[in-house]
């Protein structure tokens, strides 16, 4: 009874929130715009790309890298950047809680298009905003869509490694668990299977996907012969081996995840979670099938989770440095 009731009050508290952020983000979209640094900072695009460009070339991984920062910092207290704080003597960075220590990367190429764009605008734009220009810029050399990503974040003086722990969704969450994290972000079922299409280019850790190549019944199992030959079954050997989660076109942004969902080739089992006999079935065969659906709604999607909770007007600052919060003077 006791299960039952910490549940009924988790699911409540996500509600809660959702219904929350629903209502700010609605906000945030009245005072966002894609031509928000239009007049302050008006090379900031063309001074973002081509740094994101020679990282994806110097290491396609990256590209993926660079995306997933935009979820990890978007799913903790809204996109505002306190993803990148480094440990200060009065906090422990989120960088450095479980969900993104030794998984989150790409933060040196964040460091450097900051640089970058200080030179062309000082202390104008935010970081949080610059994660957001990323995240576009690598979904689209990789092959997948674009969007005007909606600009005017402010960033975060705090992190919150609490919410760290209980927000991210984790590689052995099931589709219950998958949907609750999303809602409480104020994002439905079709956002969800649309986001977690961003796996397409991505790379994971044994230690992720070890329990599902060994003991889960809905896995191919010449995949899964294939994977356990740099993933061996003891923990604590090869946990930190790569595989890519789209075998067909690892380091192309494409509906090839979908297409190894349906062939029960989900790498992690959080995603063959959403082909597992669930609500998102259609929507995980419609993506397989159209492309271009799942680009529409992956834009979309992203757009929508750019808006959850951002800080805007006076609130938070526009760090110089993303590492650090600027001093009070």
């Not at 998958?178 to 104020?186: C, E, K, S, T, W």
Request: hydrophobic letters at 40%; proline letters at 6%.
């Amino acid at each position: 009874m006791r299960s039952m009731a910490s549940s009924y009050a988790s699911t409540a508290i996500f509600l809660t929130l959702a219904l929350l952020i629903v209502h700010m983000e609605a906000k945030a979209i009245d005072e966002m715009s894609p031509s928000f640094y239009a007049t302050s900072c008006p090379k900031l695009f063309p001074t973002v790309k081509p740094i994101v460009e020679s990282a994806i070339k110097k290491e396609a991984r990256m590209g993926a890298s660079l995306l997933r920062l935009f979820y990890h910092d978007c799913f903790v207290n809204g996109c505002d950047a306190s993803l990148l704080l480094d440990n200060a003597p009065n906090f422990i960075g989120e960088k450095n809680i479980p969900p993104n220590k030794n998984s989150t990367r790409g933060y040196e190429v964040i460091d450097e298009i900051k640089s970058a764009v200080e030179k062309k605008c000082p202390g104008v734009v935010s970081c949080a905003d610059i994660i957001a220009i990323v995240a576009r810029d690598s979904v689209s050399i990789l092959g997948g869509p674009s969007w005007g990503v909606q600009l005017g974040r402010r960033d975060a003086r705090a992190t919150n490694a609490i919410v760290t722990n209980v927000s991210l969704p984790l590689p052995k969450a099931n589709l219950k668990e998958l949907v609750l994290r999303f809602r409480g972000i104020a994002l439905k079922r079709r956002d969800l299977v649309a986001l977690v299409g961003a796996h397409t280019p991505g790379e994971a850790q044994c230690h992720s996907f070890r329990e599902r190549i060994y003991n889960e019944s809905n896995m191919n199992k010449e995949l899964a012969q294939k994977r356990r030959l740099k993933c061996p079954r003891s923990q604590g050997s090869g946990d930190a081996n790569l595989a890519p989660i789209d075998a067909q076109t690892p380091i192309v942004f494409d509906n090839s995840y979908y297409k190894n969902l349906v062939q029960n080739k989900g790498l992690l089992h959080s995603d063959q979670q959403l082909f597992s006999g669930g609500k998102t079935d259609p929507i995980v065969r419609t993506y397989s099938k159209d492309q271009e659906a799942f680009f529409n709604d992956f834009a979309s999607a992203m757009i929508k989770m750019g808006s959850v909770n951002p800080l805007i007007g006076p609130a938070g600052e526009i760090r110089l440095n993303c590492r650090r919060m600027n001093p009070i003077i």
